[in-house]
Structures are given as structure tokens and as C-alpha cells.
């Protein structure tokens, strides 16, 4: 038996839905560019809790249970200073013009970036035949990469999207060049002539690309990246039919497997028993919720695959929609200044973990259907394109701290405060000294806590302590009642 966390404690869930993973309810699907833009099937999934062992701890007349964490937990680190920050903009698409390629790597170059992260579909850049690009999408790329360039700043190309001729798409998904359809989504038929195409970008580009990264979110349950069955099967060999290719024409250029929505770690494990192992540079990961405690999660997954490649998490952010809606593209609505909180507190957490190589915000401007831009729409400043820039410029600044203040009613005491995003807490009450209680808990979309102590403790003589999980005890705010 668990002690239940309070009812005012909103707990998150990881949204960002992966094969393998226990179907559970089917809420709307995400949206638009990097995420999926047509409805579709989603499984909610819980995000993986740290280790921990469950204790019962007792004490003279006292008792409480306790959820004991296991060894590992690892302390605040120094920061690296050699995280490499960004964000995503709008990449190629049928109707893209120069114009659009100035203006973001223009704004890009405001926030401090030194990575911008784009699509380029390999639908719309080779759309009749192997070999022959399309004009007006090259210009595009050209501009964009150009642009990009001269700012200084490196271009991760995440491709995906098979064009008609290459498709593996049933005969019923009909397909016409030039029109985004479901079976651009299928694999295609002959792994080598993905890795073709991402040896001519290589080629072309060469320097001015940071990374290759191939296809997107290849565990995605909702079919509208990679569809059809044996998934971990087909995303294998496109990856080593990709990389191969890459290598043999640069080798020094820098290719991304995986770009994973699953941090339970389950789809990761099929790959590297389908062989992955040593075919990309990088893993590209996508974690919106939890981040800091997803990529911890995921790591693990590595090490235990005899895998130490970096981490680059080249998705995450947070949707302004507050007060409007509650949640959007399933995950949990906050105000403006919570965004632009959140992203820059990720950015300080980030730069502390060393084997993350890279931290590439999602987006750089809103859309009709999602606000997940630091810019409106119409192209105006939010508050967290000025907090996104201080971030980028300053990534080795700390994060806010963890506040903590303790309440006394006749039901007992409880703990308020609040705490940077993205990370487990723990609480440790005290009485006389001794450890009579200890419990993992979540922040809800505001970053606030509001956590009752078991009332067998009593309502005085006791201390509190409060901390983020991974960085330890050594890190934790204290308060006495």
C-alpha cells in the first residue's frame, strides 16, 4: 500500500505514445509539423517511476509507510557548457518561399540559437523519381541552409516521408506526387533508396548540417510517420541503410537514430536487439513530460545496452493555451510565463547533464492549432522567446529554486511550494531527528505542490525536506513546524 499523494497534486502522465506500450483510453491526436497533423489513435502511458523499493518505516509509536528510492539518484552536476541549444522551425513544405527561410533563421538568431531543427520530406524534395529534386523545394534549402550558415548556426535535417515511388503503402492508400497522403507514412520499399537520398544531403550540405537525423518518431502509435506493422523491424534497416550511406559519403557528418517519443525504454530495446547498435552518432529523443526524469530514464536504457552515444533531445516544450483549454495535443495547458518559466529551466537542468548533447525547443512560432511557439501567430514575442534567449545565452545559470512552506490544520500538516519543471520529487519528514516518512510526488502544470504528511505524525515537532529527485538531498529546502 501507498500513502496516496493529495487530491490538489495534478499527476502528469507521459502522452507521447509509443508501440508496445499498454493501450488504455483514445483521446484526440497531436498536431502539425514535427507532431502529427491528422487525428488519430493515441495509449495514454504512465512515464517509467525511478527505481525505488517500498519500505515500511516505523518508529517507536509512529508509523508511516515510506517510498524508498534506490541507490542512483544522481546529484546536481556542474554544468558542461557545451550544450548545444536551439529550435525547431518551420522546414520544407509544398507551398515553402525564401522568405520563410530569412525570417526564422533571422528570429533564430535573436534567441541565441546554435542549432535550428527542420523537416525536410523526402516526399517533397524527390517527388516523381530517385535522383531528381524538386527545383523550388532545393531553393528553399538551399536559402534556409545558406541562411543558416552565415548566422553561425547548425541545421539538424530530420527526414521523413516516402515519396509515391518509393512507398511500401498498400495499393489502397493511393498516392499522388505532390499531396501529402497516408502513404507517405509507409516505408519504403527498398531501405538503400533512403539512404541515397540522405547521402545526396550529406554531400550537398556537408558542414553546414549540425545532423541528419532519420525519420521521426518511428514508435508513434498513431501511423502518420511510420506506418504498417513490424516497426522496430522496418525503422532498423532504414537506419542502417541510411547511416551506411551518410558515412560513405562524409564520413565526419553526424546522423541521429531514433528520435524516440517512448521513455519507458520498450521500443529502444527492440531496436537494439534488431541490430542499431553502432549505426548513428547521436539518439534523438522527444519527451515533453518529465523531461529531465524521461532522458534519465532512457539513458538508462542505453547503459544497459553497453550504448553511451549521446542524447539529443531535439522536441520538448510547453502549449501557452491557458486559460483557454486545458490540455492541446495532449499535453497539459499552461500560461505564457509558465512556458517561458519551464523552458528556460530546462535549458539550466539540461546543461547539467552531460550526455545530452543537444536541446532543440519545440517551436519557434504558433499555429492555428497549437501554441507551442515562442512567438504568436502573427509573429509577436511571447515571454518565452525573451526567456528561450537568456536561456541559449546563458545556459549554465541555475535553475529556480524549490520553496517550501509548511501549513497546520486539524487534519494535519501539508507541504506547499513549488519547484522547476520536469523532475520527480521527493519529501522526508522528521521527527526528532529521525526519518518517519519519505514520498515520490509530481508538480502539477504550474509547477506547485500541495502534499499532506500522513496525520499519524501530528501537527508540531516536525522538519520537512524537499528536493528534485535527481539531484539529491544535497539540494533540498527545509522547513520546521
Known sequence: ?????????????????????????????????????????????????????????????????????????????????????????????????????????????????????????????????????????????????????????????????????????????????????PANAWPPRDPADLGTFMAFLATRYGSALAALEVWNEPDQANQLYLAGHEKVQHYAAMLRAAYTAVKAADPSMTVLGGSLVGANGAFLRALYAAGIKGYYDGLAVHFYTLTVAALRAIREVQLANGDSKPLWLDEFGWSSCWPGMRVQQEQACVTPAVQALDIANTIHALARMPYVAAAVVFKLADSHDENFGVLTQRRRHKPSFSALASALAHPGSPPSRVTLRLTRSRRGVTALGSAPVGDFMELEAYRAGALRYRAIFLLDRFNRFSLAVPSVLGTSGLQVVVFQYGQGSSHAIRASI
Not at 515553402?96 to 523537416?119: M, P, T, W
Request: with cysteine; proline share 8%; net charge positive.
Open 1 to 181: 500500500m501507498i500513502i496516496p499523494i493529495t487530491t490538489n497534486t495534478t499527476i502528469a502522465t507521459c502522452s507521447q505514445i509509443q508501440v508496445g506500450d499498454t493501450p488504455q483510453r483514445v483521446p484526440a491526436a497531436r498536431s502539425g509539423g514535427s507532431r502529427p497533423s491528422a487525428p488519430g489513435s493515441l495509449y495514454l502511458v504512465g512515464m517509467p517511476r525511478p527505481r525505488m523499493a517500498v519500505k515500511l518505516a516505523l518508529a517507536a509509536s509512529v508509523g508511516a509507510l515510506a517510498l524508498m528510492p534506490a541507490s542512483g539518484a544522481t546529484a546536481g552536476a556542474t554544468p558542461s557548457g557545451t550544450l548545444l541549444g536551439g529550435i525547431n522551425v518551420d522546414g520544407l513544405g509544398y507551398n515553402s518561399n525564401l522568405g520563410e527561410a530569412d525570417s526564422s533563421i533571422a528570429a533564430a538568431r535573436q534567441l541565441h540559437a546554435r542549432l535550428v531543427r527542420i523537416e525536410l520530406p523526402w516526399a517533397v524534395m524527390e517527388p516523381d523519381r530517385r535522383g531528381q529534386q524538386n527545383a523550388r523545394a532545393l531553393a528553399f534549402t538551399d536559402r534556409l541552409v545558406a541562411d543558416a550558415r552565415a548566422a553561425g548556426i547548425g541545421v539538424i535535417a530530420m527526414v521523413r516521408s516516402t515519396p509515391c515511388w518509393a512507398t511500401s503503402a498498400p495499393p489502397h492508400d493511393r498516392c499522388t506526387p505532390g499531396r501529402d497522403s
